[in-house]
């Protein structure tokens, strides 16, 4: 049995504002998909990595997968409208023998070798895992007139990372019932819990952001050079 990595990178970057999708921007001198893939590469725990991206970026990634030498990674899937479509085909592709998925964006490229084994290890365990840090903020819950209306007990309070980690079957089964019932999510997970699977969570680090607006990128760098 087998454990996989898909990759959504069909996003065109709209919040980061630059003329091309952000996972191809360079960061410490390499696209940052490139450092992603090769956290998944180096990785024991990963055996195959799918990415879906936008058609058009094909012949960009086929280079850069060549270049760096990124032998786990499959031949390449059509992204979707949303992430949520990119991942559903990815999971179309998935080896036959795969037994544990899991889901990482592209643009988080600082995910460590620690987590990464951790992630699949509760997956494999526990059915569904995901990768979190506790909150530093205090968060609270405002109404459409913007007054607050509750305080939420930071204890209990996690900001979610990717990967999210999952047995195949409870993956593919959570993505079934979306797709039938019309459900929409910004994770996997909540696909997951939907169908009555609590995912453990893996307290994983701050450094594994998501590159997302400009400011990402300088602190990107500056993460970049910490690990170098
Ligand atoms: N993604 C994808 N398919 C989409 C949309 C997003 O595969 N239709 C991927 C992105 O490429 C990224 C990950 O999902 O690796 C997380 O999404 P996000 O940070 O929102 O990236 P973008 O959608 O590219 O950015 P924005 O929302 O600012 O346009
Ligand atoms: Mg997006």
Known sequence: MSTSVIIPAAGFGERMGA???????SLAGKPII???IE????SAAIDEIVIAAREESFATLRTIIDGFGLTKVRPLVKGGV???????????????GCDIVLVHDAVRPFISQETIAQAVDAARFFGAAIVAV????TIKQAGTDGRVERTL??????????????????LRDAYARA??????????????ERIGIAPVIVEGSYDNIKI?????????????????
């Open 34 to 36: 490139v450092h992603t």
């Open 19 to 25: 003329a091309i999708g952000k996972q191809f921007l």
């Open 82 to 96: 949303r992430r949520q479509d990119s991942v559903a085909n990815a999971l179309a592709a998935l080896d036959t």
């Open 212 to 228: 997302t607006t400009p400011e990402d990128l300088l602190l990107g760098e500056l993460l970049a050079k910490q690990y170098a």
């Open 39 to 42: 956290q998944f590469q180096r």
């Open 153 to 170: 007990d930071r204890s209990f309070l996690w900001n979610v990372q990717t990967p999210q980690a999952f047995q195949l079957s409870v």
């Open 179 to 192: 797709a039938s019932d019309g459900v929409a999510a910004t994770d996997d997970s909540s696909l997951v």
């Open 134 to 137: 506790r909150a530093k903020d």
